[in-house]
């Protein structure tokens, strides 16, 4: 059952097991939760054609500005989008009229890359792969080698402060950028200043040398070329024109950065008059540090230039964390939203014995509904603004989110459900406006019925070689298919055992799980023990590439035949170098490695290359 709260009163774990929720952890939830209701929600979601659900009187505010007098009805062709009834006693409703299903091509049949971009390095580089990375990446796999995709990593802007968060999957904003991904050679002024950045380029590049990516150096050598670049800017009439556009949200993140920067943190250790975006202090601080602020107006508009030249190349696939840093931007200008008593995370499972908190403050159902879900519909459009594509992780907390309360562990919590059928209308509006399909990252401990709403919304499921029990051949069309995640073992560290090893090196009993991973990859690939690495990789993705799924994916880590995963849950960056480590061999020497070439020939081969995902290219 699930209380007036969203609370569950229990869940059945990954062995079939009820685990009820205690009344302790209850209590702490709805403490979480702020303890009150309210008595109406002003917000309705309805599709094309349900226009006798919206009566008068009032007043109808169209979104472009238009304006209907509401007696009896709305308009039978009330367009889709986002609009107001404004009540004769001052109540204001939200109607979000949406196509409730997303933008898909059944017919479909792609491949692409999946690609953490910051392990992406070329010659050009300063230390970690950049947009401009990106667009050469994106340019060669659409052109030589027929990828109509793009899977990457998410992008979105870290909270700036020292050391700087190696996880894209911790993001202190998921509506901005982070200027890390910035290419200096491609900031408008640096042709003309590069004797100037000639020190900073040579150092910047060599850290290339190094395996492990070190950000806080990379951010030195990068801040001091973009404040050089920033102090000669004559200014842009584009520039202005960014800025009028993304209007009070880019200065309050413009303004969050400047504040970070002075008081050398996140949010909640600077004073406390700082703590209310709107308060008298922070419009004080905002304007006696006007430039400051602007400078990192300048950043996002420059992140948003790069991001649209390597869109122009190849329908991108965007990736959506499932939360925000507690201490970041975003969580600072929607603090009353967010239970700033609990994290998220996942309970005990057998790949995570003790649970996971992944140290992320959910949004609190019913407060995000008050306010119209503003901040999701925000967050979904930015990560669809160049995007042919957008992958959601951890769908499944569109429905429901583990929720643990502070002090206590995984073992202790309880789910907590939301409005998934608007959350998923309006990822369907956001996706047909943006010409994007969308992939949900269903994995793991999905609830009963999760997957069909996903098929009814026209939202791809995510099939993976080493979760499957059935060959490639019978993996669903709608889906989009892949042999491994960045959480997963790649195809090398299953075959030659250093995954599991890594694992019982950092004190972790990997269990029978890359056992029985690696016997299915031996039947897949059809090869015995002591095949080539080379050709069991291949083989197994010539295996995928039958697949009926309309689109495929593999990662360029598999294609390089890389032991190390990008990432393995629950250790720290202490224990090992999660998120930090770079591909083994350049841009430029993929683009000439036979093996890479093969791998993609063997996906091609089943692809149907006439066919698009985005039609905006």
Same mark, same amino acid.
């Given at each position: 059952?699930i209380?007036r *709260?969203?609370i569950?009163?229990?869940y059945?774990?990954c062995?079939?097991r009820?685990r009820?929720?205690?009344?302790r952890?209850?209590?702490?939830?709805?403490a979480?939760?702020?303890?009150e209701?309210?008595?109406?929600?002003?917000? +309705?979601?309805?599709a094309?054609?349900?226009?006798?659900?919206?009566?008068?009187p009032g007043e109808? +505010?169209y979104?472009d $500005?238009?304006v209907f007098?509401?007696k009896?009805?709305?308009?039978p062709?009330?367009?889709? $989008?986002y609009?107001?009834v404004?009540?004769p006693?001052g109540?204001?409703e939200?109607i979000i009229?949406?196509?409730?299903?997303?933008?898909?091509?059944p017919?479909?049949?792609?491949?692409?890359?999946?690609?953490?971009l910051?392990?992406?390095?070329?010659r050009?580089?300063?230390?970690?792969?950049d947009?401009?990375?990106?667009?050469?990446?994106?340019a060669?796999?659409a052109?030589?080698?027929?990828?109509?995709f793009?899977?990457?990593?998410?992008?979105f802007?870290?909270?700036?402060?020292?050391?700087l968060?190696?996880?894209p999957y911790?993001?202190?904003?998921?509506?901005?950028r982070?200027? !890390?991904y910035?290419?200096v &050679?491609d900031?408008?002024?640096?042709?003309?200043?590069?004797?100037?950045?000639?020190?900073?380029?040579t150092?910047?590049?060599?850290l290339?040398?190094?395996?492990?990516i070190?950000?806080?150096?990379i951010w030195?050598?990068?801040?001091?070329?973009l404040e050089?670049?920033g102090?000669?800017?004559?200014?842009d009439?584009?520039?202005?024109l960014?800025c009028?556009? &993304?209007g009070e949200?880019?200065?309050?993140?413009?303004?969050?950065?400047?504040?970070?920067e002075?008081f050398?943190g996140?949010w909640?250790? *600077?004073?406390?008059q700082y703590?209310?975006p +709107?308060?008298?202090a922070?419009?004080?601080?905002?304007s006696?540090?006007?430039?400051?602020? #602007?400078?990192?107006?300048w =950043?996002?508009w420059l992140?948003?230039?790069?991001?649209?030249?390597?869109?122009?190349?190849?329908?991108?696939?965007?990736d959506?964390?499932?939360?925000?840093?507690a201490d970041g931007p @975003?969580a600072w200008v929607?603090?009353? =939203?967010?239970a700033q008593g609990a994290r998220?995370?996942?309970?005990?499972?057998?790949?995570?014995?003790?649970?996971?908190d992944w140290? !992320?403050?959910p949004?609190?159902?019913?407060? !995000?509904?008050a306010?119209?879900y503003?901040?999701f519909? @925000?967050?979904?459009r930015?990560a669809m603004r160049?995007?042919?594509?957008?992958?959601i992780?951890?769908v499944? $907390?569109l429905f429901?989110?583990f929720?643990?309360p502070e002090?206590a562990?995984?073992?202790?919590?309880a789910?907590?459900?939301y409005?998934?059928?608007?959350?998923?209308?309006i990822?369907?509006l956001?996706?047909?406006r943006?010409?994007a399909?969308?992939?949900?990252e269903? =994995?793991g401990t999905?609830?009963?019925?999760?997957?069909?709403? !996903?098929?009814a919304?026209?939202i791809?499921s995510?099939?993976?070689l080493w979760?499957?029990?059935?060959p490639p051949?019978?993996?669903?069309? #709608?889906a989009l298919?892949?042999?491994?995640?960045?959480?997963?073992?790649?195809?090398?560290?299953?075959?030659?055992?250093?995954?599991?090893a890594e694992?019982?090196?950092?004190?972790?009993?990997?269990?029978?799980g890359?056992?029985?991973?690696?016997?299915?990859? +031996?039947?897949l690939a059809g090869?015995?023990?002591?095949?080539?690495?080379r050709e069991?990789?291949? &083989?197994?993705h010539?295996?995928?590439a039958?697949?009926p799924?309309v689109?495929?994916t593999?990662?360029l880590?598999d294609?390089?035949?890389?032991e190390?995963r990008?990432?393995?849950?629950?250790?720290t960056?202490?224990e090992?170098p999660?998120?930090?480590l770079?591909?083994p061999?350049t841009?430029e020497?993929?683009?000439?490695d036979?093996?890479?070439?093969?791998?993609?020939?063997a996906l #091609?081969t089943?692809?149907?290359?006439?066919t698009?995902?985005s @039609?905006r290219?």
């Amino acid at each position: 059952m699930i209380d007036r *709260w969203g609370i569950a009163d229990g869940y059945e774990d990954c062995e079939g097991r009820w685990r009820a929720t205690s009344p302790r952890t209850h209590a702490a939830l709805v403490a979480a939760m702020g303890g009150e209701l309210p008595d109406e929600v002003p917000v +309705r979601v309805i599709a094309p054609g349900e226009h006798r659900r919206v009566q008068g009187p009032g007043e109808l +505010r169209y979104e472009d $500005g238009g304006v209907f007098r509401l007696k009896r009805f709305a308009p039978p062709d009330l367009p889709l $989008g986002y609009h107001e009834v404004h009540r004769p006693d001052g109540r204001i409703e939200r109607i979000i009229v949406t196509p409730r299903r997303c933008r898909l091509d059944p017919r479909m049949r792609a491949w692409g890359w999946t690609a953490q971009l910051y392990a992406l390095r070329s010659r050009r580089s300063w230390g970690m792969g950049d947009l401009g990375d990106l667009r050469d990446l994106a340019a060669w796999s659409a052109r030589e080698l027929g990828a109509r995709f793009l899977v990457m990593n998410p992008v979105f802007a870290s909270t700036p402060k020292s050391p700087l968060e190696p996880s894209p999957y911790y993001p202190g904003s998921r509506r901005f950028r982070n200027p !890390l991904y910035l290419r200096v &050679e491609d900031v408008p002024g640096a042709s003309s200043a590069l004797r100037d950045l000639e020190p900073l380029a040579t150092a910047g590049r060599a850290l290339n040398n190094e395996r492990r990516i070190d950000r806080d150096r990379i951010w030195r050598l990068k801040s001091e070329a973009l404040e050089l670049l920033g102090s000669r800017f004559p200014g842009d009439p584009d520039f202005d024109l960014y800025c009028w556009r &993304e209007g009070e949200a880019l200065r309050q993140f413009a303004v969050f950065c400047s504040l970070a920067e002075h008081f050398h943190g996140g949010w909640r250790s *600077w004073p406390s008059q700082y703590h209310d975006p +709107r308060s008298r202090a922070v419009t004080f601080f905002a304007s006696e540090h006007a430039q400051r602020v #602007q400078f990192y107006q300048w =950043l996002q508009w420059l992140l948003d230039r790069q991001m649209a030249q390597a869109a122009r190349e190849v329908a991108l696939v965007e990736d959506l964390p499932v939360g925000i840093d507690a201490d970041g931007p @975003d969580a600072w200008v929607w603090q009353s =939203l967010l239970a700033q008593g609990a994290r998220m995370g996942a309970p005990p499972d057998p790949y995570s014995a003790a649970g996971q908190d992944w140290q !992320l403050p959910p949004f609190i159902p019913h407060r !995000l509904r008050a306010a119209g879900y503003g901040p999701f519909i @925000d967050t979904v459009r930015a990560a669809m603004r160049y995007a042919g594509g957008l992958r959601i992780d951890h769908v499944m $907390g569109l429905f429901r989110l583990f929720w643990i309360p502070e002090g206590a562990g995984p073992a202790d919590g309880a789910y907590v459900h939301y409005p998934a059928s608007d959350l998923l209308d309006i990822v369907a509006l956001e996706s047909h406006r943006a010409g994007a399909f969308v992939v949900g990252e269903d =994995l793991g401990t999905v609830e009963g019925g999760v997957r069909q709403e !996903l098929a009814a919304r026209a939202i791809l499921s995510t099939r993976l070689l080493w979760f499957e029990d059935v060959p490639p051949q019978r993996y669903p069309e #709608q889906a989009l298919a892949g042999v491994t995640t960045h959480d997963l073992p790649t195809a090398a560290g299953l075959w030659t055992g250093a995954d599991a090893a890594e694992q019982r090196a950092l004190g972790r009993d990997p269990g029978n799980g890359p056992h029985e991973m690696r016997e299915r990859m +031996r039947r897949l690939a059809g090869k015995a023990d002591g095949a080539g690495l080379r050709e069991v990789i291949l &083989e197994l993705h010539r295996q995928l590439a039958r697949a009926p799924s309309v689109a495929v994916t593999a990662t360029l880590e598999d294609a390089l035949a890389v032991e190390r995963r990008p990432n393995i849950p629950s250790s720290t960056t202490d224990e090992r170098p999660n998120w930090s480590l770079a591909l083994p061999k350049t841009l430029e020497e993929i683009r000439a490695d036979p093996q890479v070439r093969a791998l993609a020939g063997a996906l #091609q081969t089943c692809r149907n290359a006439e066919t698009t995902l985005s @039609d905006r290219r």
